[in-house]
């Protein structure tokens, strides 16, 4: 679980420490661009899918601390890096290294636990909203210390070998133990294997309910900064002041979460989520008080902070004892993550902040309609 806090805590150091980057080595707005955030997901879209189908006959602990021993590796590689380019070689890397050995711990959680899916997959988001916060708090304390961008890229990477250790001495259950039954055997042809996740439609409902959930995420954050300074004139500090109530939000939410599983079913935590999540997003964009954003957007962040584990879990449920291919399939809806900034911006261009942004509803509004579904066919009302 704690992969996921490493990952994130990886992820947003280089982009918090940019402008010393860019500085140190000499590069230009678009170099920055394709070092910190393009690197790291071209060669993982290319190799994770293929690598990750294959998971599910591999020994997946020992291949998760490989895994991370590697994103360790290659985090102090980027710290020692003296040229742009080896330094995006070195994010190219981690983040290949980084999605084989997340995609392969949460394969390890989901198969491991099959009647608490959705309550570990929380569990496993939560840890990655604590990387999120923890992040700024690596770079502050570097800061303090005098010391520069590569000491905190070098720290991050130590505590990615440290895991790596630890992982390598826990041995999860095997999969093969807690397979309910009709789970379908992962000696099938790879091929025979992926045509049959292709053909089933509750997976397939499943993950385009999770690509969507990149809505309500880094792009609400990069687009909602623009909509508080451009619509309310709020300066920059009450901005961070919003997103850090957004933030905790949704460590609490995430919490709240794990402890209404236990007591309300997934399905029906969907849905009240979703419609909530609706009710106070469009409050935020209509209410045009600073006062009222704080307020709306820590209620976002409380609403939204179900939808994407407990869609996760569905997927992983809807073909039992195949984690890996579930997360090798889950890579065909990679370019939504990709190209939804992309459609935003040039709406944002083209009509006005406020119309991106409610575009953003698609999220809440897709997940809830997902989960309507899911209950029908929970009821007897139709099939996958």
Do not use: K, N
């Not at 020992?62 to 360790?72: P, Q």
């Not at 009222?292 to 962040?301: D, E, H």
């Not at 869609?311 to 291919?325: F, N, S, T, V």
């Amino acid at each position: 679980m704690y992969v996921d806090f490493l990952d994130e805590l990886g992820s947003g150091v280089a982009p918090l420490s940019a402008a010393d980057i860019r500085d140190d080595l000499g590069v230009a707005y678009g170099g920055i661009a394709l070092i910190l955030l393009v690197a790291p997901l071209l060669l993982s879209m290319l190799v994770e899918g293929p690598l990750l189908l294959l998971s599910d006959r591999w020994r997946r602990d020992r291949v998760a601390a490989i895994c991370v021993g590697l994103m360790g590796v290659f985090m102090v590689s980027a710290a020692c890096a003296r040229s742009a380019w080896l330094l995006a070689l070195a994010f190219g890397a981690w983040g290949s290294a980084g999605g084989l050995g997340c995609g392969l711990s949460q394969a390890l959680l989901m198969d491991a636990h099959p009647d608490a899916r959705e309550r570990w997959m929380t569990r496993w988001t939560l840890m990655g909203a604590l990387g999120d916060m923890a992040t700024p708090l690596l770079i502050l304390g570097v800061a303090s210390l005098g010391w520069g961008w590569r000491a905190g890229l070098g720290l991050a990477g130590g505590l990615h070998l440290v895991h790596a250790v630890v992982l390598a001495r826990v041995r999860m259950q095997p999969v093969s133990a807690c397979e309910p039954e009709g789970a379908e055997p992962a000696e099938r042809p790879l091929l025979e294997r992926l045509r049959a996740g292709l053909r089933d439609r509750e997976l397939l409902m499943w993950l385009g309910a999770c690509s969507l959930c990149c809505l309500l995420d880094e792009i609400l954050v990069a687009f909602g900064v623009l909509f508080l300074r451009d619509e309310l004139g709020a300066p920059i500090e009450t901005q961070a002041i919003a997103f850090a109530a957004c933030g905790v939000g949704g460590v609490l939410g995430l919490a709240v979460t794990e402890w209404l599983l236990r007591r309300v079913d997934g399905l029906r935590l969907l849905v009240v989520s979703s419609i909530a999540c609706v009710v106070v997003y469009v409050l935020w964009l209509q209410l045009h008080t600073i006062p009222v954003s704080l307020v709306a957007l820590f209620l976002v962040g409380v609403c939204v902070a179900p939808l994407y584990p407990i869609c996760a879990a569905r997927a992983y449920a809807a073909r039992p004892g195949q984690a890996g291919l579930v997360a090798a399939i889950d890579q065909l809806f990679a370019p939504v993550s990709l190209l939804a900034p992309l459609l935003i911006g040039l709406v944002a261009d083209g009509i006005g902040i406020v119309v991106a942004l409610a575009l953003l509803l698609l999220q809440p509004v897709g997940v809830g309609l997902v989960a309507v579904v899911g209950l029908w066919r929970q009821r007897g009302g139709g099939r996958a």
